[in-house]
């Protein structure tokens, strides 16, 4: 009995070293993993129009391709989002905080836009705000029988210790891989999506089928999106310059489509602006806007990062489409001009994570920066380095471009972790100092957690080091 004991106590310990060492490695180590793991069930080919999830709600100029985005720059407030196909009937939204029953409302604005030839349906966006926080409504759009009933909820009042838990998911498309990621994030608990870029690749057709594959993938989130806030970032396939059918504006079909609220953040464009939501502060940036010295961006940019208070949001996440760091063949180094400008800023500020789509593959860096090469003189390799962020590349939605499945070998130093599947990603803030990450992969048709770390905090995790010394020095003295 006395021998089973020791022998049980020592493989204990053995269990927990290796906890400890595996930890140890989680956000700053130096040993990547790529997984070989090969996706294979489905092909890279749009769903087809007639498929019961672009399915048109019955009943005359019923509302269609819902969607909800944050209002607000605190949370207290939505903006609902509708397109109705006939005419452009009413932009009221009745809500209240009973099924059902709706006291109270709030009026919206309608506009439409056409792409070559094709007309878009009426679309309205209705801002509703002097929400409670943590509660949750009830609301409908449309007129008569054909009215529509969907629900929210309101995240917690802004605190430091706020749990609250982010979808992360990229360069969606519309085909079964895009399904699959959508109907296994709305079994993971995420409570609002962080979206990198790149919604419909509607781009990919032409003529009136652009427009038409713009309506089809908003009736495909809405399953998900009529329900709860996802925060959008546009990416390339949202520029549709297309000059061979006299479509030169760029981002028109998304800025029609989607709106941000980038005033509250005192943007001066809707393609970045910054949101605080529970304990995070969120800045959105635009990849494709321009954002080297004095540009309206890195004007904006500057002074957002100034209002940055980690004492009541201690989570500093931000949201782009192009990655900075990205060890696959595709797109490689394209996110190089932005590190040049905004890393130092990045690493100043103690950035927790910065999440990209664009590349169609997932991958994880540690904390790393290149803050010492100019583009042409210094040292040209990441370092090591705790004040930076985690790159976090999730461009792995499914959309019909297909896997970018090659990765450089041998693994940089600063890649923790790389896969070619689809999937999306979870990040679950417990509190000011842990949150669970989770990198879920669609495996043939079911989620399977493939990537999971705890990370702390980066203002907490410091300023705690830093009592500790203090304190260690005060003891000494004494």
Request: with cysteine; proline share 5%; aromatic share 16%.
């Amino acid at each position: 009995m006395l021998l089973a004991s020791r022998l049980l106590r020592s493989q204990l310990f053995r269990f927990v070293i290796i906890l400890v060492l595996v930890f140890s490695h989680v956000e700053n180590g130096n040993a990547g993993l790529t997984s070989t793991f090969v996706r294979t069930q489905w092909p890279a080919a749009d769903i087809p129009l007639d498929n019961k999830v672009f399915a048109i709600p019955k009943g005359y100029n019923a509302p269609q391709q819902v969607h909800i985005t944050q209002g607000d720059y605190d949370g207290k407030a939505v903006i609902i989002s509708w397109v109705t196909p006939d005419e452009p009937g009413s932009s009221t939204v009745k809500y209240g905080t009973s099924e059902k029953s709706y006291d109270f409302s709030a009026e919206g604005t309608v506009t439409n836009y056409t792409f070559y030839k094709y007309k878009s349906g009426y679309i309205h966006h209705c801002l509703v705000d002097g929400l409670e926080y943590d509660s949750k409504y009830y609301y409908k759009v449309g007129e008569g029988d054909s009215s529509r009933d969907f629900w929210f909820q309101t995240p917690p009042k802004i605190d430091p210790d706020a749990s609250y838990t982010f979808g992360i998911i990229g360069d969606l498309g519309q085909t079964y891989n895009s399904l699959s990621t959508l109907e296994h994030y709305m079994k993971s608990g995420g409570q609002s999506v962080l979206f990198a870029g790149d919604l419909s690749y509607a781009d990919r057709y032409q003529y009136d089928d652009v427009g038409t594959r713009w309506d089809s993938w908003g009736r495909l989130v809405e399953q998900s999106a009529a329900y709860q806030p996802w925060i959008w970032s546009a990416g390339n396939h949202e520029i549709e310059y297309m000059p061979e059918m006299d479509e030169v504006l760029p981002f028109k079909s998304f800025l029609h489509r989607f709106v941000t609220p980038y005033t509250a953040s005192k943007s001066t464009n809707p393609l970045w602006y910054a949101i605080r939501r529970a304990s995070a502060h969120i800045i959105v940036l635009s990849s494709y806007s321009p954002f080297v010295k004095y540009t309206p961006q890195w004007m904006w940019l500057r002074e957002e990062l100034t209002r940055v208070n980690r004492e009541k949001t201690p989570w500093l996440i931000v949201v782009m489409h192009v990655p900075i760091y990205n060890s696959n063949a595709a797109h490689y180094m394209e996110g190089e001009s932005m590190r040049a400008v905004f890393e130092s800023w990045f690493v100043r500020s103690k950035v927790d994570f910065i999440f990209a789509g664009h590349v169609h593959a997932y991958e994880r860096s540690y904390r790393i920066s290149n803050l010492h090469f100019n583009v042409s003189t210094g040292d040209r390799y990441p370092v090591p380095d705790k004040s930076a962020p985690v790159y976090l590349t999730v461009g792995d939605g499914g959309n019909q471009e297909g896997l970018a499945g090659r990765f450089f070998d041998p693994q940089p130093d600063y890649s923790a972790f790389r896969e070619a599947s689809y999937g999306h990603s979870t990040l679950e803030i417990r509190n000011r100092t842990h949150a669970f990450y989770h990198w879920n992969r669609n495996d043939d048709g079911k989620p399977v957690t493939t990537d999971s770390v705890i990370f702390h905090n980066q203002y907490w995790a410091n300023n705690l080091r830093r009592r500790r010394h203090l304190k260690a020095r005060e003891h000494a003295s004494h």
